[in-house]
């Protein structure tokens, strides 16, 4: 879980453009500039932090786009992403984003100004599928971040982060692998929307909660 705590603050912090951005710039470009942009914004509004419908907005703007969500569940599903049906896949998806970009809006709270730095891009510039190379200064300490990407007709999509080497949407394989033997597809489905109705109802004030 510290895995996925730190690599959902790496993305909040690392992956915001707009959809332009990704069909016109080279992936390592694309993250380099990106970075830039979130951080500023991040500087100049720091109310958002204080702000979850800000945060949350802020992310589905920016973020989402840049994102292939339904293979990143697919991939964190694992084998059982065959054994579902389409609509079951269309539902996993939809809930794994709900999650992870609420986890988002919570990590950007951390903000502390991170000093994020990106490799050269290595390999044939016709390539399709990337690895991005990069690391993140905090607290004196240096983390170590890899982007998967694959290109798409709708431009460069992030389909994976690895921690220090460890895979963000493998982390969640186990614990989903595990729901579903003992409660199906559909169990894992509803399993993820209690998640996120639980973190829906935490980040609004609690007059609101009490009410209903």
Do not use: H
Request: glycine share 6%; charged share 25%; net charge positive.
């Amino acid at each position: 879980m510290e895995t996925i705590r730190r690599a959902v603050l790496v993305l909040s912090l690392a992956l915001a453009a707009p959809v332009l951005q990704a069909k016109e710039v080279a992936p390592d470009a694309l993250l380099s500039s990106v970075t830039a942009e979130v951080f500023a914004t991040l500087r100049q509004y720091r109310d958002l932090a204080e702000s979850p419908a800000k945060l949350a907005g802020l992310i589905e703007k920016k973020v989402v786009p840049i994102f292939d969500f339904s293979r990143m569940a697919q991939l964190a599903t694992a084998r059982n992403w065959r054994r579902a049906s389409l609509a079951q896949q269309d539902a996993l998806t939809a809930e794994f984003k709900t999650l992870l970009v609420r986890s988002y809006s919570t990590a950007l709270t951390a903000y502390r100004d991170q000093a994020i730095t990106y490799k050269p891009l290595r390999g044939d510039p016709r390539d399709t599928d990337v690895t991005i190379r990069s690391e993140v200064r905090q607290g004196g300490g240096v983390l170590t971040i890899d982007y998967a990407m694959v290109k798409t007709p709708e431009g460069w999509k992030v389909y994976d982060v690895k921690i220090d080497s460890v895979s963000l949407v493998t982390a969640y394989r186990e614990g989903f692998a595990a729901k579903v033997r003992d409660a199906g597809v559909e169990g894992l489905i509803r399993a993820l929307a209690e998640k996120n109705r639980e973190g829906l109802s935490s980040s609004r004030p609690a007059t609101t909660v009490a009410g209903g």
